[in-house]
């Protein structure tokens, strides 16, 4: 009884220990300049709750754009990316696919080895990708551990589900997108889920491709305007009250407009995180 108890209180701890700062950025997102002052810049619990800071920081357009701009490079790199991710992983589980050995060598090979960044921006001009989305796509678009991971989901599915499926006539994709992939949603949704988060969290490749800042995803604006000051472009005069929310509050209102999307997608994928996972780690 002893030992559980103490288990009870090290779990509660530990969740306190990550609740807590969430619901400090959060109070103090809907927390007044008088308060913010008096607790030296973190409300945990708000006197006096408003919405004044998002309303600011979607006023002066700059988050509203940069937020559309984020759901779009980050629902077409994840749908680009987990096509590509599984037809090379389901090639790869296929024992004599063409160039099957050299292919997998080289993904392998991406899991030791990274690009290095003067390469890599070289390699963007090269193909006149500069100040385009694409440039924000299309260097994160296969990953060798997703790869890897998919793989050895495929490998697990019976052979003979797919040999029953070739004696019938099917064809490779036809194997693929009726069998397969309707066995294959806890990976899916693993690799989905790493992607989706991967690309939305990206600010470095929006800081090296991107000059034009009307193109610049939330987490780059969120960066500059709390790393460097900047201001947002927003004017007291477009607000009801006629003044601006302080500072750390608008601060805090854009991080959680940054963390509410991948936290409301993560419940619905939660349950299959740990098989894909588990799965991806004992076969490969």
């Given amino acids: 009884m002893i030992i559980r108890t103490v ?11 990550v ?20 607790t030296g810049g973190y409300v945990l619990w708000p006197d006096r709750p408003n919405l004044d800071a998002y309303r600011a920081i979607l006023a002066g357009g700059v988050v509203t754009r940069a937020l559309v701009v984020s759901v779009g490079v980050t629902v077409v790199g994840t749908l680009l990316s987990l096509t590509c991710i ?3 992983a389901y090639s790869l589980s296929r024992p004599g696919s063409l160039l099957h050995r050299p292919i997998l060598l080289a993904v392998l090979f991406t899991l030791l080895f990274a690009p ?7 390699t963007i001009k090269q193909l006149g990708l500069l100040d385009s ?17 998919m ?4 490998q697990e599915i019976p052979g003979e589900l797919i040999d029953a499926a070739r004696i019938d006539g099917a064809s490779e ?29 990206a600010f470095f490749n929006a800081m ?20 460097d000051n900047s201001a947002l472009g927003v004017d007291a005069a477009d607000l009801s009250g006629g003044f601006l929310p302080p500072p750390q509050s608008m601060q805090m209102a854009i991080l959680v407009l940054s963390l509410v999307p991948i936290a409301i997608v993560y419940p619905f994928l939660q349950k299959h995180f740990a098989k894909g996972i588990l799965i991806g780690a004992v076969k490969g």
């Fill in 86 to 88: 599984t037809l090379l």
């Fill in 7 to 17: 288990k009870g209180l090290v779990v509660a701890a530990c969740c306190a220990l």
């Fill in 133 to 149: 989305y694409w440039s924000l796509i299309l260097p994160g678009l296969a990953s060798g551990f997703q790869i890897i991971i």
């Fill in 116 to 122: 290095g960044m003067i390469p890599m921006y070289l």
């Fill in 19 to 38: 609740i807590l700062p969430f619901l400090a950025v959060f109070s103090t997102s809907l927390a007044d300049q008088a308060q913010v002052t008096a």
């Fill in 208 to 227: 090296l491709y991107l000059n034009d800042t009307e193109k610049w995803p939330l987490q780059l604006v969120l960066r500059t305007y709390v790393v």
């Fill in 173 to 201: 994709l036809r194997i693929l997108l009726r069998v397969v992939l309707p066995l294959s949603k806890a990976v899916i949704a693993v690799v989905g889920l790493f992607s989706a988060v991967a690309y939305w969290n």
């Fill in 151 to 154: 793989r050895a989901f495929f």
